[in-house]
T-cell receptor, first 114, second 115 residues
Framework: AQSVTQLDSQVPVFEEAPVELRCNYS??????LFWYVQYPNQGLQLLLK??????LVESINGFEAEFNKSQTSFHLRKPSVHISDTAEYFC????????????FGQGTTLQVKP | EAGVAQSPRYKIIEKRQSVAFWCNPI?????LYWYQQILGQGPKLLIQ????????DSQLPKDRFSAERLKGVDSTLKIQPAKLEDSAVYLC?????????????FGAGTRLSVL
């Protein structure tokens, strides 16, 4: 069975500092990888995804994630965070041969402090 | 374009009562998902529709949960009777095209409290 583990439930960080949110997955078959963000009282929004090709993927607001097949990881990074990045972040996988069902990690709350 | 609409936003009921949630996906999206998000956990898929047919309902507690998408557009998720452990946020998502890699667009969710 597939599973996703987000290693940190909460990550406090000061504004303009770098941050890394860790995600590891377990699967015996090929997967697609996603990061979703959930702002307070809003639905989940796609931040970025990896389907194939370059293992480094970027979002429009400065986040990036790197797919590491040997370590089965898809960590999310940003070199300088803003107060507005405060949100919950979910890592998810979808089997490459499946119907699109997403399997989510437990989520990481990013708290950006001034 | 309009996003995924869900109602109500909040619902409080007592155990053993019934409740229904409504979802209107993005226009033209053939695939619709219902997820359950318990506090402190990630969303878990309950059921997936492709048009008005069920693709995956393997994690739907069928003794109390039911869902339908009669005309391949709106969907309703029902719980009858509710239990305390059903307290959660129920998220609806839609995508097009269907299948792996497709972006799922989520509604704001319905927060259910069972007392």
């Amino acid at each position: 069975a597939q599973s996703v583990t987000q290693l940190d439930s909460q990550v406090p960080v000061f504004e303009e500092a770098p941050v890394e949110l860790r995600c590891n997955y377990s699967s015996s078959v090929s997967v697609y990888l996603f990061w979703y963000v959930q702002y307070p009282n809003q639905g989940l929004q796609l931040l970025l995804k990896y389907l194939s090709g370059s293992t480094l993927v970027e979002s429009i607001n400065g986040f990036e994630a790197e797919f590491n097949k040997s370590q089965t990881s898809f960590h999310l990074r940003k070199p300088s965070v803003h107060i507005s990045d405060t949100a919950e972040y979910f890592c998810a996988v979808s089997l490459a041969s499946n119907t699109g069902k997403l399997i989510f990690g437990q989520g990481t709350t990013l708290q950006v402090k001034p | 374009e309009a996003g995924v609409a869900q109602s109500p936003r909040y619902k409080i009921i007592e155990k053993r009562q019934s409740v229904a949630f409504w979802c209107n996906p993005i226009s033209g999206h053939a695939t619709l998902y219902w997820y359950q998000q318990i506090l402190g956990q990630g969303p878990k898929l309950l059921i997936q529709f492709q048009n008005n047919g069920v693709v995956d309902d393997s994690q739907l507690p069928k003794d109390r949960f039911s869902a339908e998408r009669l005309k391949g557009v709106d969907s309703t998720l029902k719980i009858q009777p509710a239990k305390l452990e059903d307290s959660a946020v129920y998220l609806c998502a839609s995508s097009s095209p269907a299948g792996t890699g497709a972006i799922q667009y989520f509604g704001a969710g319905t927060r259910l409290s069972v007392l």
